[in-house]
């Protein structure tokens, strides 16, 4: 890995320790599980909610991909 790629990681890594991140994520899991099917009023209201979701989960989601790649990245190193 390049100084350069490690820096990028670490940059990460230290965003999410921060309680920003921490309530920004909270924040957007209320508001996922906030969704309610009852809620949705027509097609085009479902392609919205499907949208955001979509958005939400990849949020929820990034930390967790960043933190896999970068121990994909070491296994190879140490392979």
């Known amino acids: 890995m390049t100084q350069e790629e490690e820096q990028y990681y670490n ?3 230290d965003l999410f320790l921060t309680p920003g991140w921490k309530q920004f994520k909270e924040e ?4 996922f599980d ?3 099917i009852e809620d949705i009023k027509d097609e085009r209201n479902l392609a919205f909610v499907k ?3 979509d958005a ?6 990034f930390e967790g991909g960043i ?10 190193e140490a392979e």
């Open 34 to 36: 906030a969704y309610r």
């Open 56 to 61: 939400f989960r990849r949020v929820l989601r």
């Open 28 to 31: 957007i899991q209320q508001i």
């Open 11 to 13: 940059t990460y890594f």
């Open 67 to 76: 933190k896999r790649a970068f121990e994909i990245i070491k296994e190879r």
């Open 51 to 53: 949208g955001e979701r």
